[in-house]
């Protein structure tokens, strides 16, 4: 399974299914399609597998699992979590809640300007110890006098 973000909030995701598993046919069934078996059909890839894109809504997790030929289920052996179903198995589980956290581009410009003054200001720190020199000098010299 390859997770990345979409554009205007969405996430793209591209579910795939092992050759080994020896399907003739395939789909992913899910909680956004309403587990149809005709909304996500898989399609042979280069490696004799199955794979299909789906673009979903980020910042959530949905259930889903494969059917095989119409007639077997079979779990994402990558999938982010499993979480038990009513009918005595478990699901699978796309997580993308970290795709929703996108950086804001107004977030990105504010960044931006403020590295730009701290180059700037880069050589006042270089005389700063100077001054802290100054300072801890006379409490050197505290230190030497008895104490009374």
């Given at each position: 399974?390859?997770?990345?973000?979409?554009?205007?909030?969405?996430?793209?995701?591209?579910?795939?299914?092992?050759?080994?598993?020896?399907?003739?046919?395939?789909?992913?069934?899910?909680?956004?399609?309403?587990?149809?078996?005709?909304?996500?059909?898989?399609?042979?890839?280069?490696?004799?597998?199955?794979?299909?894109?789906?673009?979903?809504?980020?910042?959530?997790?949905?259930?889903?699992?494969?059917?095989?030929?119409?007639?077997?289920?079979?779990?994402?052996?990558?999938?982010?979590?499993?979480?038990?179903?009513?009918?005595?198995?478990?699901?699978?589980?796309?997580?993308?809640?970290?795709?929703?956290?996108?950086?804001?581009?107004?977030?990105?410009?504010?960044?931006?300007?403020?590295a730009a003054p701290a180059?700037?200001?880069?050589?006042?720190?270089?005389?700063?110890?100077?001054?802290?020199?100054?300072?801890?000098?006379?409490?050197?010299?505290?230190?030497?006098?008895?104490?009374?």
């Amino acid at each position: 399974m390859i997770k990345s973000r979409g554009p205007k909030g969405r996430a793209r995701v591209t579910f795939t299914v092992d050759a080994r598993v020896g399907a003739q046919a395939a789909a992913v069934c899910g909680e956004w399609n309403e587990w149809s078996a005709d909304a996500d059909v898989m399609h042979h890839d280069a490696q004799g597998g199955f794979s299909v894109t789906v673009d979903l809504d980020a910042g959530r997790a949905y259930r889903f699992r494969y059917l095989l030929d119409g007639q077997r289920w079979d779990n994402d052996w990558a999938a982010d979590a499993y979480q038990p179903n009513d009918f005595g198995g478990d699901d699978s589980v796309v997580d993308l809640t970290a795709l929703a956290e996108a950086v804001p581009p107004a977030a990105l410009k504010t960044s931006a300007k403020k590295a730009a003054p701290a180059k700037k200001a880069a050589p006042a720190k270089k005389a700063a110890p100077a001054r802290t020199a100054k300072k801890t000098a006379p409490a050197a010299k505290r230190a030497d006098k008895p104490p009374r």
